[in-house]
Nanobody, 120 residues
């Protein structure tokens, strides 16, 4: 079985910082990328950031310049450094692993989510 464990969420004030982490374990096959997505109440799940094994990153428009993603794929671990937080960043943040098997099958795995609340 595959398990993704997220940590680091919490309550912060606007302008503050928070660092999320996610460690994956189990039969993940070959990891291609890891990332973070978020979903607030009444909203669709949106991309926050992803990073692949070559180091290429992708960020959602709303977080560019404020968030930074990093990973240690040997340890199946990904982090998200969040700076200059805004109230609109409030959401449940989900860790994601995208992997492929030898026969070309694609697999997406998700953590249970960690709540980030930005409020004064």
């Amino acid at each position: 079985q595959v398990q993704l464990v997220e940590s680091g969420g919490g309550l912060v004030q606007p302008g503050g910082s928070l660092r999320l982490s996610c460690a994956a374990s189990g039969s993940l096959f070959d990891i291609y990328a890891m990332g973070w997505y978020r979903q607030d109440a009444g909203k669709v799940r949106e991309l926050v950031a992803t990073i692949d094994t070559g180091g290429a990153t992708k960020y959602g428009d709303s977080v560019k310049g404020r968030f930074t993603i990093s990973a240690d794929f040997a340890k199946s671990t990904v982090w998200l450094q969040m700076n200059s937080l805004k109230a609109s960043d409030t959401a449940v943040y989900y860790c994601n692993v995208y992997s492929t098997s030898d026969d070309g099958e694609e697999y997406d795995y998700w953590g249970q989510g960690t709540q980030v609340t930005v409020s004064s």
